[in-house]
């Protein structure tokens, strides 16, 4: 899977300005005649700046969305915690109508999760992190048991509980080549 949004990718931009202004500079210098060239460096410079604020912009809102998500997410989360936790301690083989209810909003919590990793909205760490607690509670039997029965109705945005042998693999960089072969 393919992942667009790093939370740390913001210190990136100082050093792609610095980068793309330098190649522009040179193949000014290189490819027009010193009359036309002197007109053109500060335009140039002007570009590429606009360029990289642009990346930058875009880099910014979608940390915006992310700090939006991620705690929307977590608030609700906060308030299955307990009952999750007491569902799985009490280990039980059934579930209880209102266990079940729990369940269903974790369910619908975990896929809405997934759609907005799969997006390229969550940055990869937390998603990560996300699962881990994900593949904790899916030990409970019962638990084990609804979700995998819940999934085979294809409500869930994709979610499936093999997402827990995919978190364990290690994670795959986003670079050039396999981002255009993720489908991005």
Not at 41 to 47: H, I, K, W
Not at 116 to 130: A, T
Request: contains cysteine; proline residues 2%; charged residues 15%.
């Amino acid at each position: 899977m393919c992942i667009h949004f790093r939370l740390g990718r913001f210190n990136i931009y100082p050093w792609l300005f610095i980068a793309l202004n330098t190649a522009a500079v040179l193949a000014v210098y290189l490819f027009f005649p010193q009359t036309k060239a002197m007109e053109l460096y500060l335009p140039v410079t002007g570009a590429v700046a606009g360029f990289v604020y642009f990346l930058y912009s875009y880099h910014h809102q979608k940390t915006l969305l992310f700090i939006n998500l991620f705690e929307k997410f977590n608030a609700r989360y906060a308030d299955l915690n307990e009952k999750l936790n007491s569902i799985f301690m009490r280990n039980a083989e059934e579930l209880t109508t209102a266990e079940t209810g729990v369940l269903f909003d974790y369910f619908n919590l975990c896929a809405e999760e997934y759609l907005f990793y799969k997006s390229g909205y969550i940055d990869q760490d937390v998603w990560l992190s996300w699962v881990s607690g994900m593949k904790y509670f899916a030990q409970n039997g019962a638990v084990h048991s609804l979700w995998a029965s819940e999934l085979k109705g294809g409500s869930y945005y994709g979610f499936s509980l093999d997402i827990f042998d995919v978190a364990d693999e290690p994670a795959q960089k986003c670079t050039i080549a396999n981002c255009f072969r993720c489908g991005s």
